[in-house]
């Protein structure tokens, strides 16, 4: 079973700049989450989707954030415009229930920001 | 304030030896609570998922206890192996909110 795929690995931008990185769930997955984790911390949830729709995004800033999941597939997470405090990696994870307590978690190997 | 504490923060062992780490957690009410293991440069890989009922849970030589009368489980780690140097990410599911709630991890470095 494929796992959770997510590009680019790595990106270094200067801040200011744009960035997406894209996620591709496990088939069938209905749960898909965007968690940012900083250097030496856990990971954060950014948002939440379940199918296409929104399911948390209290933490996401949405000032330059944004992520979406049209199809209830593929899912994209953009910032615009970085800042260096968004120096992270930016970690897909899915799952296949409906909610957070229910439901395993797989994760993608991550999407590492660098912001100059 | 739902939050989930984790200790020590870094550690290191020789291999072949025996090592215990610590999650406590004030989350309330609580759903479960999972270990993760994260290889660095890597995703969090799921190593047990325990529900209130549940005291003790293996997976290789990987157990899991927990206490929800005090809130605290642990990782306990058996004849440690280089592989095992990894971070290790205590998780614990809100049950109203569905919130997952994770820990800071221990850095676990084994050598040889």
């Known amino acids: 079973e494929a796992g959770v795929a997510q590009s680019p690995r790595y990106k270094i931008i200067e801040k200011r700049q744009s960035v997406a990185f894209w996620c591709n769930p496990i088939s069938g997955h209905a749960t898909l989450y965007w968690y940012q984790q900083i250097l030496g911390q856990g990971p954060k949830l950014l948002i939440q989707f379940q199918n296409n729709g929104v399911v948390d995004d209290s933490q996401l800033p949405k000032d330059r954030f944004s992520a979406e999941r049209l199809k209830g597939v593929d899912s994209t997470l953009k910032i615009q415009p970085a800042k260096l405090e968004d120096s992270a990696v930016y970690l897909c994870a899915s799952s296949p229930a409906t909610g957070a307590n229910t439901g395993e978690l797989f994760f993608g190997e991550g999407s590492r920001l660098t912001v100059l | 304030k739902n939050q989930v504490e984790q200790s020590p923060q870094s550690l290191i062992i020789l291999e072949g030896k025996n090592c215990t780490l610590q999650c406590n957690y004030t989350v309330s009410p609580f759903s479960n609570l999972r270990w993760y293991k994260q290889d660095t440069g890597r995703g969090p890989v799921s190593l047990t998922i325990?529900?209130?009922?549940?005291n003790t849970k293996s997976n290789g030589r990987y157990t899991a206890t927990l206490d929800a009368d005090t809130k605290q489980s642990s990782l306990h780690i058996t004849a440690s192996q280089l592989s095992d140097s990894a971070s290790y990410i205590c998780?614990?599911?809100?049950?109203?909110?569905?919130?997952?709630?994770f820990g800071t991890g221990t850095r676990l470095q084994v050598f040889p």
């Open positions: 998780v614990v599911s809100a049950d109203m909110t569905d919130k997952l709630i």
């Open positions: 325990m529900t209130f009922s549940e």
